[in-house]
């Protein structure tokens, strides 16, 4: 009897760690930094860079995934036209910050890299600036409603830390659209 008690403590203690491992890599809350290309666009585009902070939470039964996101960047896009005098003011049109709020499904592939498709709201902010040479006036700021969708692939680096790519578009209103690819670094929680 006193072997078989035995062989069933050291079964249970050599598959602990095991258990221990089991726990999926993608679940639970996770916050971000996240930096990359942003091209905006209406009658014309200029590129800049985009940066900003995201948070979400994910659930993960097994290859599959499912979660909610929320981010807020900013951007350094700014378009001008003029020549800052009197006779030709120099106008200016600047992003302004972008909030986003939306979901993510996605498949786990090898066990550490997940490929995502997203799709949500998100509302972008819009200076516009005039200069005539004898100082600057902003001329107002507008807020932009609009749909983003996007795709991506997020590695686990470690057990509670990952990088990440995407790609996404965003279309708003007033024939404003906006094409970003950013990278991102996070940890899990």
Not at 22 to 28: S, V
Not at 109 to 117: M, S
Not at 133 to 153: E, H, P, S
Request: glycine letters at 16%.
């Amino acid at each position: 009897m006193r072997s078989i008690v035995v062989a069933a403590l050291l079964a249970a203690s050599a598959a602990a760690p095991a258990l221990a491992q089991d726990r999926a890599p993608f679940t639970g809350a996770r916050v971000e930094g996240l930096a990359g290309w942003d091209r905006v666009q209406n009658n014309g585009h200029d590129d800049g860079i985009q940066y900003g902070l995201g948070a979400g939470y994910d659930f993960q039964t097994g290859m599959g995934l499912v979660g909610i996101e929320a981010e807020a960047a900013d951007s350094s896009v700014k378009q001008c036209a003029g020549a800052s005098t009197l006779a030709s003011p120099r106008l200016c049109a600047k992003a302004g910050r972008d909030l986003y709020v939306g979901g993510r499904v996605g498949t786990v592939v090898g066990g550490r890299t997940l490929l995502y498709a997203k799709a949500g709201y998100t509302n972008a902010q819009a200076k516009l600036t005039s200069n005539d040479g004898t100082g600057q006036v902003t001329l107002g700021k507008t807020n932009l409603d609009g749909v983003r969708v996007g795709a991506g692939a997020e590695y686990a680096v470690g057990p509670n830390s990952f990088v990440k790519t995407e790609y996404r578009y965003s279309n708003y209103e007033n024939g404003f659209s906006r094409h970003q690819v950013v990278a991102g670094f996070g940890f899990r929680f």
